[in-house]
Every structure is written in structure tokens, then in C-alpha cells.
């Protein structure tokens, strides 16, 4: 079975600081991972996804995540935060084998003016 | 060109009632799944349909729930005889083939509101 936490229900930055939403998985399979946003009243759109190539991932509006493998983590980086930002976050772990696909809780993210 | 779309967009039931919640793929999409995001949990996976394929109802909370996709495409996700907990936003998603490493495209969700 796979699962993923993430391990801050609420990040509150200032626009112009970095961002870090921090994602940890667990798999028995290879997985692949994803990061999907959801802007309020909105549905969900994907930012970057994770599968077994380059193990640095470059997303949409700047945001990138690193997964490593030794760490079992697919953290969410952005390294100037924007007011548009502001919205929530999940971290998804896919497992074909399984037909499974988990989502964390998310993470809220506020950015401060 | 179009995306995923669900109707309603709102459903107000009351107690016991059955709903029904639809979900229009993206056009040529095989692969097609139904979660639930509840107020202050994350996104629960509920079937997956792929192709012809059986569908995989493992993520399904209990037998009220029940969901069909007619000709490979428009699925229709049926709750009998809802319950309070039934409340919660229904997203749907579809994939191009159901690939692991595949970005799935989500509808705007039904937001269910049971009385």
C-alpha cells in the first residue's frame, strides 16, 4: 500500500520569500508523484509531476520539487511567492500496480503582503 | 478545448434520498476516476474506471455507493439513501490511457450538501 503525509496543514509566508510544502510517501512499488494546486472554488490543477526521469521536477508559475528517494520526500519549492499563490496544495502518490492513487490532506498556504 | 465537467454543480438533498452526480471525460480519455474531498480531509479515491475494463470500487465507503460509465465515456456516480456524511465535494478526473505516470485532468466537483 502507499500513502503520503504532509507534514504542515498551513504554511504562512510574505509574498517575495520562499516557499517549501513538504511532502513524505511511502510505496512498495516505484511511484510516481505529483503535486496538484486547488485556487478556491476552483478545481484541481496539476504543477508538476515526478516519473522515474530527472529527479528534479520543473513546474508551472515557477514552483519545482526534488524527489528523493533516500528520503522517501517530493518537497514543493517556489523560491519567490507570489499573492496568487495563495491556495491549497496536495502532494499524490500513484502506484499502477495497485490502480491506486492517495492524496495528502493538503497544505493551505498564505501568502502575506 | 474542454476539460472535464460535472453536474450539478450544487446538490441539496435531504436524508435518505438518492443522488445521482455526473461527470463528462475529456474527449478520447480512457481512464476515468471519481474521489471525495470532505470539509478538512484530503482527496479520498472512491472507482476507476478504465476502458472496458471491471472498474476498481475498492476506494467505495459502503454499498450505498455505486457508479456506471456508459459507452466509455459520460459515468454517473449514484449515493442511496444519503446520510449526513455524505457531504462533501465529488471530483471526477479522466486520463488519456490510465498510465501510472499520466497528469489527470479534474472537473470543478460537485459540491453534495445532505440535510
Known amino acids: 500500500a502507499q500513502s503520503v503525509t504532509q507534514l504542515d496543514s498551513h504554511v504562512s509566508v510574505s509574498e517575495g520569500t520562499p516557499v517549501l510544502l513538504r511532502c513524505n510517501y511511502s510505496?512498495?512499488?516505484?511511484?510516481?508523484l505529483f503535486w496538484y494546486v486547488q485556487h478556491p472554488n476552483k478545481g484541481l490543477q496539476l504543477l508538476l509531476k515526478?516519473?522515474?526521469?530527472?529527479?528534479l521536477v520543473k513546474g508551472i508559475n515557477g514552483f519545482e520539487a526534488e524527489f528523493k528517494k533516500s528520503e522517501t520526500s517530493f518537497h514543493l519549492t517556489k523560491p519567490s511567492a507570489h499573492m496568487s499563490d495563495a491556495a491549497e496544495y496536495f502532494c499524490?502518490?500513484?502506484?499502477?500496480?495497485?490502480?491506486?492513487?492517495?492524496f495528502g490532506a493538503g497544505t493551505r498556504l498564505t501568502v502575506k503582503p | 478545448g474542454a476539460g472535464v465537467s460535472q453536474s450539478p454543480s450544487n446538490k441539496v438533498t435531504e436524508k435518505g434520498k438518492d443522488v445521482e452526480l455526473r461527470c463528462d471525460p475529456i474527449?478520447?480519455?480512457?481512464?476515468l476516476y471519481w474521489y471525495r474531498q470532505s470539509l478538512g480531509q484530503g482527496l479520498e479515491f472512491l472507482i476507476y474506471?478504465?476502458?472496458?475494463?471491471?472498474?476498481?470500487k475498492s476506494g467505495l465507503p459502503s454499498d450505498r455507493f455505486s457508479a456506471e460509465r456508459t459507452g466509455g465515456s459520460v459515468s454517473t456516480l449514484t449515493i442511496q439513501r444519503t446520510q449526513q456524511e455524505d457531504s462533501a465535494v465529488y471530483l471526477c478526473?479522466?486520463?488519456?490511457?490510465?498510465?501510472?505516470?499520466?497528469?489527470?485532468?479534474f472537473g470543478p466537483g460537485t459540491r453534495l450538501l445532505v440535510l
Open positions: 478526473a479522466s486520463s488519456r490511457t490510465g498510465l501510472q505516470e499520466e497528469t489527470q485532468y
Open positions: 510505496s512498495s512499488y516505484s511511484p510516481s
Open positions: 515526478y516519473t522515474s526521469a530527472a529527479t
Open positions: 499524490v502518490v500513484s502506484v499502477l500496480k495497485n490502480n491506486d492513487m492517495r
Open positions: 474527449s478520447g480519455h480512457t481512464a
Open positions: 474506471f478504465q476502458g472496458n475494463s471491471a472498474p476498481d
